[in-house]
């Protein structure tokens, strides 16, 4: 297997080698997206497994790797003719960053010189470049959802295609598709995750001999560099060789009839969406076949293709975690597994024989277009409304047990009713959260310029067209009608006689878009006694679940400041990670004095720092809170270091006597009052949640 990666001892990396190696064999596989932690060094690993793609050959001057022997009849810097100069270079790696731009992705028209020169020059993008090599995206669940649109559709169709003002260009884009990613970071959209082929889970590994192994690879390294490294290039070449000879041999994989239905049985029982799962798997697993060395696939190429294709299919809950239960599979394969075929290579049938799909065969017909989960943000929401239902059936803590039934239809404070007449829980022990609602969605007021996202208004790039400007830099996005009125007063004294438009660069005018960005939304949650006491939390937690769900669906980072006792903490620094906030709120612990002071200073603090991080994202500051402060610290003074941001006071007193601490607090901090049980009815039960959306 592949043996650049001697540094490291890593959980999974046995997984990763074989999916990014299936997927090398057959681009048919569609592509792997790593998951892990930090520090598994996942990018090394797939430099190392590119720089043993075997090599292409390619015509000399084309900018979009035309293969000499079958060039792309649509290339724009062809036509090519036979017998074309060619050269042999390394497959490309190519590194999609961050935060590219559209144009930097796909290529663009240069639209300056077209309209003050006249000249149509095409300017190749990133997928152009990746062409019959690897394009590698580090942390993809931080792209663009608009890009990792295009992106997936590319890789899909083998195809970019380029629309724009004046010019449209198609282009072969065949690419091994690989892209990384913290999950907690936050996660990918669903729809998004099913159109990667494979996934691999990796983390860093904890056990002794592993790490003692790579501490002992390490010294020899040093000891002798050249020897060292002269022992792993010998293992790469040949992975290299490996690899080339299970592409010739993938042409001849037959798929027996009795795996194709293993196969299907297989994905209809882990319940995933639409023929894609199907798909994937019956690539992978002949691709594993060719890899093995065999001609007919076996209950094992399925296994081992399954394992790697269905984990993040069967996810619908942005709170699930992909998985697979490998003893269902087990099972499934065993009940499905039959007398295998008598279809030996050397059998009547052959491997190449009539049924056999081959390479080219309805088998690997290309993914696209399959599935109705595809596009569209319908599949996550909807799965997002009732699979969080099911999820909090099975955690749902003490407190709200048997209530179950009434939640969903009449809102979080049906909970507080009949669990009133229970003793208070304990100090320190977490009380639960009920079914999520809608919220209605808050903002922060003026127009924002932060990343993507569905709360406050913003700047974007992918938003509808508010105005025009002149380009600041380079143009992007030419806005025609202005541009020609800033031209047209002109004519007569640049001289102009016959038809056209006399332009010059000054006249260009680029649109202004707006849309909407994504914010930093900080909960400083009140979990002291006074508010357990009111047997509140469940209702103040159930809110903030229910803001959580909301800012997953906008695309917020979340972070959580909790006070109660002596002091504040956070809970949860920003992140993007809604699970992860969902999972710190669930084991939240209350009880104790409420030191408001000390909350207020925290998130101060932790406002300060992520401006530093993060600055172009604006935040929203949520207190929830019924005003009290029991300890520590000058209320009016911590309120005073928070000046100037947009907050919300969810107030959470109750009962028929109230102080109106937080109405008074929220005036304070210039902020937007809302009442605990209002926010609940503002939104709606979770059944029209789920038809809302
Ligand atoms: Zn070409």
Redesign the pocket.
Known sequence: MIATYPFSAVVGLDDLKLALVLNAVSPRVGGVLVRGEKGTAKSTIVRALAAQLPPVEA?TG?R?A?DPAA??PA?P??P?EPGEQRLRRPAALVELPVGASEDRLVGALDVERALTEGVKAFQPGLLAAAHRGVLYVDEVNLLHDHLVDLLLDAAALGTCYVERETVSVRHAARFLLVGTMNPEEGELRPQLLDRFGLTVEVRASRDPGERAEVVRRRLAFEAGPEEFAGRWAAEESALAGRIARARDRLRGVRLPDARLRQIATVCAAFEVDGLRADLVTASAAMAHAAWQGRQVVTTDDVRAAARLSLPHRRRRDPFDAPGLDEELLERLLEETSGPDDPDDPDGPNGPNGPDGPGDGGPVGGGPDGLGPGDGGSSGESAGLGSETSREDAGSRPQGVDGQAAGTAEAGPQAVDGPAGSRPAAPAGRPAGAAEPYRVPLLQVPGLGEGAAGRRSRARSAHGRVTGARRPRGRLHGLHLTATILAAAPHQRTRGRTGPGLLLRADDLREVVREGREGNLVLFVVDASGSMAARRRMTAVKTAVLSLLLDAYQRRDKVGLVTFRGAAAEVVLPPTSSVEAGAARLRSLPTGGRTPLAAGLAKAADVLRVERVRDPARRPLLVLVTDGRATAGGDVERAAGLLDGTASVVVDCESGPVRLGLAVRLAARLRARLLPLDALSDLGSAVRDYRKAV
Request: charge should be negative; include cysteine.
């Open positions: 015509v084309c979009f035309c060039p792309d290339c810097d062809g090519h």
